[in-house]
């Protein structure tokens, strides 16, 4: 039987259900109209791109966040967590672990994402630069060292990706992809979750060598909260 949430997030329903829905519920008819109106403003200027990204983020969050996302107490924005670190003449680097919030070059918080933070990832990044100063480094396609080598990205206890040559992250030449960015099928990391990029590189390192790794997708934060 179809209910009130089917006219927002359910598949298309008949008018004859729909003049069922009115008469059992008016209520929440009403309300699911008034929830509809509001999502349609607040989604005016959006691309296509990042409606679709959303609706797929909203399937992979627990149902206290959608129901959250439904009554308007949380939102859908673009989020991204990211490490930066310098990796210098090494053949091996660890990203996020036990790595603490530094503005610009770091948003985790010992290792972990923020809390309050439900959060779907997208894509990938890895970029490299070469600079004596972190914060001064100029970041782009990971150089010629950086792509001879593997990943292993883990968020808490599941391998997202596992012995990924960093060739893949090799965007030089390509106009129509960001920089250094894989694609991943939507994966859900609830607040609170350790993350930890494992580099294992076939030679050292260029000197000065910097490395920084983003992990991109939709976050669920609180409605009157704004946050990157």
Known sequence: MATANDILYG????????????RREPGAVKTALKTARKSV?????KSAERLRAENLAMKFMPKEVQDALRNGTMTLVPYQFFDTQVVGVASAATL?????IATGLCNVNNGKTLAGIPFVMFGLKVLSGVSATLSATDFGSPSAGVRMGELRFMAGTVTVLDKLPTEAFNSTGDNNREQGLIKVDGI???EQTSLEAQFNFAAALAANTNIKVIAQGIAAVAANVTRG
Do not use: V
């Open 11 to 22: 598949p298309s329903i008949s008018d004859d259900e729909l003049e069922g829905l009115i």
């Open 41 to 45: 403003a607040n989604n005016a200027g």
């Open 96 to 100: 996020f672990k036990n790595q603490n």
């Open 188 to 190: 859900y990391i609830p």
